[in-house]
């Protein structure tokens, strides 16, 4: 199993209309076994997948949610031994569905991380609940993370917890900043785990969990205006193209890069596909399984098929990097 998380600190940038779409492509397409887990507060990805009664379903006393999985830490029991997925049929896949409340246990994280760096090992665990999480979804082969355009605690500990990581991204100069931010922000802590580690006075009580700092993967550039050139070839307009030239020497500047077979860094890139992806949305359905029942009419049918052609392109390039 290969754990992957789709992170950017920058907000807005269609992170989870990415992740939901490579995600239903991989496994409807490519016939892998796929989970998604909902980590952002937000729940966007928990909505893409399922209608209002689904949600009703999993928002009672009976359902589940990524919530269950960490609050019992908060509570003092100990990781969670149950773990239950809902299955969305449109997309193809598990899911491990989001929850707002999750949002209140960033200070209780970060309150162990604290604890943590001095050799503690019950603050260890804590952060670690992730780690315990992917461990017991090891049938998977892949488990697609969703998270907040955040540098908290919660990211923190998932990336300490994943394999990967993978960045959706728009063309401007925020995004540029972004990166440089996140490559910081990881360096800190990863600094800050390895002093933890070499604190513990009796390394036998630390947990057996697979844990590290998370491999950048690439990323994906997405929302760009696009025209066709003389030759057919689907370009960017000027402006949106100086700055996509500048993203990989940022990368490599930051440190990002280290593990990445040399540039481009580009795993793929999406263009605007204007109201496909509420089409998609308001259907809980991939973008490219779309049909003439959702609302598909006239030219948005050749859309649909250009939709394919893109994330299955995106999806067999971030898989070809964790085969390289």
């Not at 728009?170 to 070499?198: H, P």
Request: a negative charge.
């Amino acid at each position: 199993m290969k754990s992957i998380a789709f992170f950017n600190n920058k907000g807005g940038v269609g992170k989870t209309t990415l992740l939901c779409n490579v995600a239903a492509y991989a496994s409807l397409h490519l016939g892998m076994k796929v989970c998604v887990i909902d980590a952002d507060p937000q729940c966007n990805a928990t909505q893409y997948f399922f209608n209002e009664d689904v949600l009703d379903q999993i928002y009672s006393d009976a359902g589940f949610t990524i919530l269950d999985v960490v609050e019992p830490l908060t509570q003092g029991e100990g990781f969670s031994q149950e773990i239950r997925t809902v299955r969305s049929d449109n997309f193809g896949f598990d899911v491990l569905p989001g929850d707002p409340k999750l949002a209140l246990t960033e200070d209780f994280l970060a309150q162990d991380w604290g604890d943590a760096k001095s050799g503690n090992v019950r603050g260890i665990r804590t952060n670690l609940v992730f780690s315990d999480l992917l461990g017991r979804l090891h049938n998977y082969d892949l488990v697609f993370i969703d998270v907040s355009p955040s540098l908290g605690a919660i990211n923190r500990s998932i990336l300490l917890s994943s394999d990967y990581f993978m960045s959706p991204m728009s063309i401007d100069i925020f995004s540029l900043k972004a990166f440089e931010n996140i490559a910081e922000w990881i360096a800190d802590w990863s600094s800050d785990w390895d002093v933890a580690i070499q604190n513990v006075k009796d390394s036998s009580k630390l947990p057996s969990l697979n844990y590290g700092q998370a491999k950048f993967l690439g990323y994906v550039t997405q929302q760009y205006l696009a025209k066709k050139d003389s030759s057919g070839r689907r370009r960017g307009v000027r402006a949106y193209e100086e700055i996509r030239g500048k993203i990989d020497n940022v990368i490599a500047d930051c440190g990002l890069d280290e593990g990445i077979p040399g540039q481009p860094f580009e795993i793929g890139t999406v263009p605007n596909l204007f109201s496909l992806i509420p089409m998609s949305q308001s259907n809980n359905k991939p973008v490219f399984e779309l049909l003439a029942k959702d609302g598909v009419v006239g030219a948005h049918f050749a859309k649909v098929k250009d939709a394919k052609a893109i994330f299955g392109s995106v999806t067999r390039n971030l898989l070809g990097r964790l085969n390289g």
